[in-house]
């Protein structure tokens, strides 16, 4: 089954302690991307990769890290958390020709920082 | 900067009401435009698409859009809503390589 997975779906954590959101699509996606969703305030990109080894900032990076050593692997880092990063992300893929960023989106980490 | 607007955050409807959900998108390039569902804790999922062409663009659910590129409008339309449309309803746009999405619209029906 097509699908993007994220791991943990919940998670909650506290001030400074390192995490990491794993993402995995098994669907040969050249793009994938990172977004926080805020109430009221939609969903925004935090970092998108084109492929393999390429990242790039989306328009909230700010205390995120991200890489892409593989073509279906796509981790989210939060070095040091802090309360202001509680939301709920979601990762997604897509191939960048042809459906032209058609994204698919995986079910969603809900985060708490305390 | 680039942005989607939608102009209702929260909308109503009683069973059977027709529904119009607006979406402006601020790009003058080639855009590529998108509406997506997220029903009660779920992912998101995509309704529809327009890419080219027939700017009346039928999705899934019963759901259509119209692309009306003199007003950078993309406005998600369904005659008759059930109570299984309530769910958040997301505008986007790809723009120059990012999906830009808008603020979101809350759909409630009652049955």
């Known amino acids: 089954e097509a699908q993007v997975t994220q791991n943990p779906r919940y998670l909650i954590t506290v001030t400074g302690k390192k995490l990491t959101v794993t993402c995995s699509q098994n669907?040969?996606?050249?793009?994938m991307s990172w977004y926080r969703q805020d109430p009221g305030l939609g969903l925004r990109q935090i970092y998108y990769?084109?492929?393999?080894?390429?990242?790039d900032k989306g328009d909230v990076p700010e205390g995120y890290k991200v890489s892409r050593k593989e073509k279906r692997n796509f981790p989210l880092i939060l070095e040091s958390p802090s309360p202001n990063q509680t939301s709920l992300y979601f990762c997604?893929?897509?191939?960048?020709?042809?459906?032209?960023?058609?994204?698919?989106f995986g079910p969603g980490t809900r985060l708490t920082v305390t | 900067a680039q942005s989607v607007s939608q102009h209702n955050h929260h909308v109503i409807l009683s069973e059977a009401a027709s529904l119009e959900l607006g979406c402006n998108y601020s790009?003058?390039?080639?855009?590529?435009l998108f509406w997506y569902v997220q029903y009660p804790g779920q992912h998101l999922q995509l309704l529809l698409k327009?890419?080219?062409?027939?700017?009346l663009v039928k999705g899934i659910k019963g759901f259509e859009a119209e692309f009306i590129k003199s007003k950078f409008s993309f406005n998600l339309r369904k005659p008759s809503v059930q109570w299984s449309d309530t769910a958040e309803y997301f505008c986007?746009?790809?723009?120059?390589?990012?999906?830009?999405f808008g603020q979101g619209t809350e759909l409630s029906v009652k049955p």
């Open positions: 669907m040969n996606h050249e793009y």
């Open positions: 790009y003058g390039g080639t855009v590529n």
């Open positions: 990769s084109m492929n393999v080894e390429v990242t």
């Open positions: 327009y890419f080219s062409g027939d700017p």
């Open positions: 997604a893929s897509s191939f960048i020709s042809g459906s032209l960023y058609e994204q698919y």
């Open positions: 986007a746009s790809n723009q120059g390589g990012k999906l830009i």
